[in-house]
Structure formats: C-alpha cells, structure tokens
C-alpha cells in the first residue's frame, strides 16, 4: 500500500446496480474503504459515493476521468463494474497503472484478450481476478474436499440451468449487442465455471479441454443470444450440458454424476 495506515483504498469504475452490492459488503469489512469513484456521469458518481458514506467519515472521492483516479497512490485496487464491452479497456489501464484489479463476470469475451491481460497482470506483478463470488461460498469449500476424495466416484455427468424470464428491451446492456449483452456471457459464465471448476477437483487442479461441443442459440431481435443449450465433451466420454438464457425460469441448479454417488447444488448453484 502506497500509503501510511493499515485501510485498503478501493477505487470504483462504473457505480451501477452490482457495485452497490460490492460496497454494501465492502462496507462490512473493518479494514477497507471505499475512496473513490470513477464515472462518466458526475451526478451519479456523487450520488453513488454519498450512498455509501461511513458515518464520521468523508464520503470517496469522485471523478469523471479515468487517469485521475489510476493516477492517485492512495488506491490499492479498482474494482471494474461496467458493462462487459469496457471491462478489457479498463483492466489495461489500470494494470499498467500498476493496480490490482478486481472485475466483475464474465473478464472479458476473447480468449485471446484474456490470455494477453493475464500476461500484462503477470509482467507487472498485479493481482487480477474475475469477480467470481461462488468459488469463496461455504458449500463449494466442502463439495471440493468431497470431490478430491473420490466421494462421487468417477466423474460422468453434470447438468445445471440458469435461467430467468427478463423483460426484453433492447436498450438494455443484457440485448444490446454494443454492450456486449446475451445470456452466454451474463449468466451462461456461471454454467461454465461449475463445470470447469468440477472437472479441476478431479484432476488436480487441471481442467482439460473439451473434445467436441453442441451449441444451439436461440436469437433475440437485437442479434444476442436470448438463451443457449450447450453439451461440452471431454475426455473420458464426460459430458457437461445446461442451459442459460432470459427467457423462461428454471430451478437453477447443478448436478455431478458420478460412478457412485451424485453431488448436487440446488436453487441458485451460483
């Protein structure tokens, strides 16, 4: 930390709806502040920062250039809640800034993008994660042990769904195509981390490439993905299949099947 007390400074980039609940829990946590805001609209910048004001305390400091708030040494780390199509543009920044970034879901939409931004992270020795938040609950601690100790047996299946009925409006970043909106990437991420994270408890930490894969869309007007049914097959004939998307509802839940035992996550696996 480039300053002289023990609070971790956070800095905000794009004080929306999920960077309310990321300051609520920051808000929980003794030794961390919430210092300052970076958006493209002042009004909301104020806003946002005198929401979440600690008694006693002055409320972070707001800006509306990008710069301004890399440049400040008193941030430790940004946290990055824009819509997906900036999320590459201001983990850059703010690793070449020399500040650890942690960035809502899904990272970025390439893999090549993603591989090159792990790169820089790794060059300039900054921690950089994808805001994952169901890799630290509880019951995937546990599920974990049960996995590496063999309690399902050999791994043969998994299945989940997410899914919720969304009111189509093509402005909004989940259609619009600009933003880089469709189930896959908003929602479809958590039917992909389960499945990654499942095959790496059973095999070492490594999860290995599918072999071959079954995707069918079905399109919104705006040219997004509206839902995704995907079957992922790797090697050993093990099959993951589930379904993202906004327009229907589902139980949202996962299952691994096993040679002698199931492991399930029911109602809302992620």
């Not at 300052?36 to 707001?62: H, I, L, T």
Request: charged content about 15%; proline content about 6%.
């Amino acid at each position: 930390m480039a300053h002289d007390n023990d609070i971790f400074r956070w800095g905000v980039i794009g004080p929306g709806g999920i960077a309310n609940r990321f300051a609520g829990a920051l808000a929980a946590v003794p030794g961390a502040r919430l210092a300052a805001v970076f958006a493209r609209d002042a009004a909301k910048g104020e806003a946002y920062a005198s929401q979440w004001q600690r008694e006693g305390e002055a409320p972070a400091r707001v800006t509306t250039t990008l710069p301004d708030l890399l440049s400040d040494p008193t941030i430790d780390a940004v946290y990055i809640a824009t819509p997906h199509s900036n999320h590459g543009e201001y983990i850059r920044a703010a690793l070449s800034a020399a500040k650890a970034v942690l960035c809502e879901k899904p990272l970025v939409t390439t893999q090549a993008e993603g591989r090159a931004l792990v790169e820089l992270a790794r060059t300039q020795g900054v921690f950089l994660m994808e805001a994952l938040w169901t890799r630290f609950l509880p019951a995937y601690d546990l599920a974990g042990r049960w996995l590496r100790d063999g309690a399902i047996g050999e791994l043969r299946a998994m299945q989940s769904s997410f899914c919720f009925a969304a009111n189509y409006d093509p402005l909004h970043r989940q259609w619009n195509p600009a933003l880089a909106g469709g189930s896959l990437w908003d929602i479809g991420i958590y039917n992909l981390a389960v499945t990654r994270w499942v095959l790496q408890q059973m095999n070492g930490g490594v999860c290995p490439e599918p072999v071959a894969m079954d995707v069918q869309a079905k399109m919104a007007p705006t040219g997004v993905d509206a839902a995704v049914n995907v079957t992922l097959h790797f090697p050993g004939g093990v099959t993951s299949q589930f379904r993202c998307g906004f327009d229907a509802a589902s139980v949202n839940a996962f299952e691994a099947i096993g040679s002698k035992a199931g492991l399930r996550f029911p109602l809302d696996f992620w």
